[in-house]
T-cell receptor, first 110, second 115 residues
């Protein structure tokens, strides 16, 4: 069955880079996503990557995909206190149904 | 991206009662979904809300417990019936972008507490 795993917690200092990791088991995953959830809020789509890509950059965000190892990472450059949130990795086979990981809580300290 | 609103944003209910959650989108969308996020957990898909026909439920979710309506392409409701404390969760609706079908956008969620 489909499974998406993430580390539960990451703590960084403001200005450092954050790297949040995710592994998935379904080799037929077509799209891989990163969502951000701030306290008391819904999910915000940050970025996604198609499975035939190995990297995608969008301003401070860099997504790396190692399809062979089924490993996805999200790098946030120059992390700010406003980046403190829960980050969810999700995968889809392209049929719109998403399978989510349990989320990584990122805590950014001044 | 689509702008999605949900009502109510939160509620506290007594066990045995039912609550209907509304989801409104600012544009017509084909695909609309309902998810549950239990405390400290990830999101689990409840069902796909189909316009003009019965919703498609995921394993472990049934229509009697979570009836869904989808009268048009901009609106859906999810009812949590005969509630118990185990139903305390955040309930989120989501839609797939019509222009970019690989992007799924979420509403702000409804935080439900059942006493």
């Amino acid at each position: 069955g489909e499974d998406v795993e993430q580390s539960l917690f990451l703590s960084v200092r403001e200005g450092d880079s954050s790297v949040i990791n995710c592994t998935y088991t379904d080799s037929s995953s077509t799209y891989l996503y990163w969502y951000k959830q701030e306290p008391g809020a819904g999910l915000q789509l940050l970025t996604y990557i198609f499975s035939n890509m190995d990297m995608k950059q969008d301003q401070r965000l860099t997504v790396l995909l190692n399809k062979k190892d089924k490993h996805l990472s999200l790098r946030i450059a120059d992390t700010q206190t406003g980046d403190s949130a829960i980050y969810f990795c999700a995968e889809s086979m392209g049929y719109s149904t998403l399978t989510f990981g349990k989320g990584t809580m990122l805590l950014v300290s001044p | 991206s689509a702008v999605i609103s949900q009502k109510p944003s939160r509620d506290i209910c007594q066990r045995g009662t039912s609550l209907t959650i509304q989801c409104q989108v600012d544009s017509q969308v084909t695909m609309m979904f309902w998810y549950r996020q239990q405390p400290g957990q990830s999101l689990t898909l409840i069902a796909t809300a189909n316009q003009g026909s019965e919703a498609t439920y995921e394993s472990g979710f049934v229509i009697d417990k979570f009836p869904i309506s989808r009268p048009n392409l901009t609106f859906s409701t999810l009812t949590v019936s005969n509630m118990s404390p185990e139903d305390s969760s955040i309930y989120l609706c989501s839609v797939v972008g019509e222009a970019t079908v690989h992007e799924q956008f979420f509403g702000p969620g409804t935080r439900l507490t059942v006493l």
